[in-house]
Antibody, heavy 120, light 107 residues
Framework: QVQLVQSGAEVKKPGASVKVACKTS????????THWVRQAPGQRLEWMGW????????KYSEKFQARVTITSDTSANTAYMELSSLRSEDTAVYYC?????????????WGQGTLVTVSS | DIQMTQSPSSLSASVGDRVTITCRAS??????LNWYQQKPGKAPKLLIY???SLQSGVPSGFSGGGSGTDFTLTIYNLQPEDFATYYC?????????FGEGTRVEIK
């Protein structure tokens, strides 16, 4: 069965970086893009970017362009999201999600979420 | 960026009711509209994609409609497990954006 399993919760100080892993199984990793979406407490979902693991191509939201890097390791069927220069407003649950590839950028499977807390 | 606006922000309903949630895009997005259900502490779950296509495994009591800028999600015969927050999401252009959510509560 399709699974996306994310790395554990992180606590970081302002200015630091965080790297979240998303290990996938149950499907061909390179046949589906992987997206990253975050949700701050009580807020709406916010799309950060995605990666096509087949060729390494990425696309980022302009809001995060300068601070986010999404990568993948096809040998480990794992995607990564690194966010730098963290500030308190980055405290959120970060999700990876699989693109169903139906052409509508719909996310049919999600990781369990990783809580990132930014606090001095 | 395309802004997605949902209404209402919350509603109270009883088991067996029919509820309708609306989502409006700030510009035409054709049928590039998806709906998700999220329960507290859980990841979102895809319900409807391409405005009206039911995701595999989702009960038939969920129905989506609309195109262009105005969309609806209707839940027929509301069940106890349907009490959750619902989000729309546009897949038309980057950045992909979500509505602010509609919380469906038990009356």
């Amino acid at each position: 069965q399709v699974q996306l399993v994310q790395s554990g919760a992180e606590v970081k100080k302002p200015g630091a970086s965080v790297k979240v892993a998303c290990k996938t199984s149950g499907y061909t990793f390179t046949s589906h893009a992987t997206h990253w979406v975050r949700q701050a407490p009580g807020q709406r979902l916010e799309w950060m970017g995605w990666i096509n693991a087949a060729n390494g191509n990425t696309k980022y939201s302009e809001k995060f362009q300068a601070r986010v890097t999404i990568t993948s390791d096809t040998s480990a069927n794992t995607a990564y999201m690194e966010l730098s220069s963290l500030r308190s407003e980055d405290t959120a649950v970060y999700y990876c999600a699989r693109d169903k590839e139906g052409g509508y950028k719909e996310f049919d499977y999600w990781g369990q979420g990783t809580l990132v807390t930014v606090s001095s | 960026d395309i802004q997605m606006t949902q209404s209402p922000s919350s509603l109270s309903a009883s088991v067996g009711d029919r509820v309708t949630i609306t989502c409006r895009a700030s510009q035409s997005i054709s049928s590039y509209l998806n709906w998700y259900q999220q329960k507290p502490g859980k990841a979102p779950k895809l319900l409807i994609y391409a405005a009206s296509s039911l995701q595999s495994g989702v009960p038939s009591g969920f129905s989506g409609g609309g195109s262009g800028t105005d969309f609806t999600l209707t839940i027929y015969n509301l069940q106890p497990e349907d009490f959750a927050t619902y989000y729309c999401q546009q897949g038309y252009s980057s950045p992909l954006t979500f509505g602010e959510g509609t919380r469906v509560e038990i009356k």
